[in-house]
Each structure stands twice: as structure tokens, then as C-alpha cells.
């Protein structure tokens, strides 16, 4: 059988924010010979802020980086304030790291060379609200979001609107002579760069300060998946179905001898009470219970291309012809727990869920079905 999770493991390193970083900058070290600053922000920010180290730490006049809590440094300078926020879900620690965030461009100097590092997951890590938001709204207003099966360009929408920083207003802040050079992984479907991090620095056509480039995407890595697997079928549409419903068409395309790939941002539609679990380990648990009866041996891997799914530390889960039997056999209920959208201790149960850590890089979703030969 294929090894899923090897391939996949292999393709999401070569996404990660150091090296992409690091490879743009290889042929163009002479940005460097100025005094420069850093902002990071995102799930990759510590990897991104490494890949930067790396080419041009000592002309680094000081920094500032946010990333999820929990995550991994991946560097380790002085001159760069720290903050780790939250992620789904913004609490006090994202309102602190946008107030640091406005006051880092704030002090910025005119004519400050500053290299702006965005990535997935910024929305929610830095925030800056009218005085008639209190966090308590905001987190609610968020948690609604998210259970309501809305994808995150329209979430992302509503978030602009509101906030003092998103929607391009960050860009307020800096110096008139500033100049910015910024670097994306992009987690957004169709590469619409104004809606990464609910475009923080997103300009207007006449604002000639920043300079942007896209370093990776969910294409990317489906391209790099491809180079590991032979004979694969990549479905090309970015995905943004609901999970059950993506599980449908998952499984109606399920055929002995062929591997596919899909790549993107399922949604999900949670219930009041929802259990434990992210949409990646929801998605696994459905594909594995409408295959159960299938008579060919067969392997699925979902997982989040940051390592992390849901408000889990697992980034999906790997299942195969045998999960929903040994589910069973330990006395677990699969249509309960699909209804509670509870599949991560079921996937636990069976040593089903997918562990990564931090992978520095957040390229959406990865979805890979492998079919092997009739029994």
C-alpha cells in the first residue's frame, strides 16, 4: 500500500516558510545590504522570520513576529519581538498583538525598509477593534462564523469591514516613505492576495510602497505531491465543499488502482454541542464509514498542511479498509459520532489521527485516497 502520509510529509516540507524564503532571496541578496525590518505574521511566521535570518541577520535593524500559540520559534534574535495569539478563535492575547503591531509601525522610521511576512491564520492572531467591540462580541461573533459553514473569504469579508486593521487600513500606519516588500503563502482559494490575513497591507493600485510576491499555495503543494506519487489524479477545483458532502464525492470517485488528490478548505456546519475534532478528522471518520463495504483494500489521508486541524494539536488523521471494524469492535457508535462531529476520539481509539507539529507553512488542506487492486 502507498504510503500517504510519507508523501504527503515530503511535499509539505517543500512548503515550508524557511526555505521559500530563504530560495527567493538566494538570487537577490543585495535587498539585504540595507538596514532592514521584519514583520511576521501568521502560522508561518517563525519559519518565514528563520528563512530571512538566514539570508540577511546582520543588516536586521529589529522585528516584530506573531504566531500561533504553541507553535514552534524556529529562530532565536533579540532584536525581533514575540507574541503568540489565537487561533481559531481570537482572545485578549490577539488584542495585544495588534496593539503591538500598530505601535511597531508607529516607530517606524521614514524611509524604513520593511520586509512583511504573511501567512495563513493572521486574521485571527492580531486584531484592532472600534472601542463599541468588546472581545467577548467579537469571540462569539467569531465562533459563529465558523459554525455556520461560511468559507474564509466571506468570514475574512466581515472581518475587513469591522477592524482598524484589516482590509488594507494597517497600511495607514506606516511611514509615507516607507517601502515594503511582502512575501505570502497564500491559504486563500484563486490567490486573491487582499484576502490572506483579511489583507492587512492590501493595496490600492496607486499606492506604489508595497511590493508583493506569492511564494507557495494550495497548488504548490498539490505540484509537489505530484512529483511522489506516480499516476496521481489531481482534482484541479480548490475545494470548499461542505465535509459531508465532499465525502460523498470523494467516495463516488473511489476506483481500484487509482491514487487522487485534492486540495483546499472544506467547511463545516457544526452542531450546538459539537464533540471533539476538526474538519480534516471529521472528513477521514465519513470517507472511512461510506468505504466500510467497498471490496478493495484502500487508504485515505486528510490533514491540515500547518499540522493542526480544528482546535486540535493533530493535523487529520489516516485511515484505511479496517478503521470503521476496529472502531466497532471497541464499541463506538460511527453514525453518533459523525452526527456529534466527534471523530477525534474515535481516530484516537484506532491510532488513526496524524500528529506533525508545526510545520511552518499553511498551504490549506491535503486529501489523498489510494485504491489498491480487487481482494
Not at 481559531?88 to 488584542?95: A, G, K, L, N, R
Not at 477525534?344 to 507539529?357: H, N, Q
Request: hydrophobic share 45%; charged share 15%.
Amino acid at each position: 500500500m502507498l504510503n500517504l502520509l510519507q508523501a504527503a510529509q515530503q511535499a509539505i516540507e517543500k512548503c515550508r516558510g524557511d526555505r521559500l524564503v530563504a530560495t527567493f532571496f538566494s538570487s537577490s541578496l543585495d535587498w539585504f545590504t540595507q538596514p532592514w525590518y521584519v514583520i511576521a505574521i501568521g502560522k508561518a511566521a517563525g519559519a518565514m522570520t528563520a528563512g530571512a535570518l538566514s539570508q540577511g541577520k546582520t543588516s536586521l535593524v529589529s522585528g516584530l513576529v506573531v504566531a500561533k500559540q504553541g507553535s514552534q520559534l524556529w529562530f532565536n534574535d533579540d532584536r525581533i519581538q514575540v507574541y503568540y495569539s489565537a487561533h481559531p478563535v481570537p482572545d485578549e492575547t490577539s488584542f495585544i498583538a495588534g496593539d503591538a503591531l500598530v505601535s511597531f509601525v508607529h516607530a517606524l522610521p521614514d524611509h524604513a525598509r520593511v520586509l512583511f511576512l504573511l501567512s495563513g491564520g493572521a486574521s485571527s492572531l492580531v486584531e484592532v477593534l472600534p472601542e463599541n467591540w468588546t472581545q467577548d462580541t467579537w469571540q462569539q461573533q467569531t465562533k459563529t462564523w465558523l459554525a455556520s459553514g461560511w468559507d474564509i473569504q466571506r468570514i475574512n469579508a466581515q472581518r475587513k469591514s469591522w477592524s482598524l486593521i484589516k482590509g488594507g487600513k494597517l497600511l495607514d500606519y506606516f511611514p509615507a516613505s516607507a517601502s515594503v516588500l511582502q512575501l505570502i503563502i497564500s491559504d486563500v482559494a484563486d490567490d486573491n492576495l487582499d484576502v490572506v490575513g483579511s489583507g492587512l497591507i492590501a493595496t490600492q493600485p496607486e499606492d506604489k510602497r508595497v511590493e508583493r510576491y506569492c511564494l507557495a499555495n494550495n497548488r504548490y503543494l498539490l505540484n509537489e505531491i505530484s512529483q511522489q506519487v506516480t499516476n496521481l489524479v489531481v482534482h484541479i477545483a480548490y475545494v470548499v465543499d461542505e465535509v459531508s458532502l465532499l465525502a460523498q464525492k470523494i467516495v463516488e470517485q473511489a476506483q481500484p488502482n487509482t491514487v487522487m488528490a485534492w486540495g483546499g478548505e472544506p467547511v463545516v456546519l457544526l452542531p450546538l454541542q459539537a464533540g471533539k475534532g476538526g474538519r480534516m478528522q471529521h472528513l477521514a471518520l465519513y470517507v472511512a464509514w461510506l468505504l466500510r463495504n467497498v471490496t478493495f483494500d484502500w487508504s485515505f489521508l486528510a490533514i491540515g498542511s500547518d499540522g493542526s486541524d480544528g482546535a486540535t494539536d493533530d493535523a487529520g488523521a489516516l485511515v484505511d479498509q479496517n478503521s470503521i471494524q476496529r472502531a466497532i469492535s471497541l464499541g463506538w457508535d460511527i453514525e453518533q459520532a459523525l452526527n456529534n462531529y466527534a471523530a477525534s476520539d474515535v481516530l484516537s481509539d484506532i491510532d488513526a489521527l496524524v500528529y506533525t507539529g508545526d510545520t511552518g507553512t499553511n498551504v490549506n488542506d491535503l486529501m489523498l485516497l489510494s485504491c489498491e487492486g480487487k481482494w
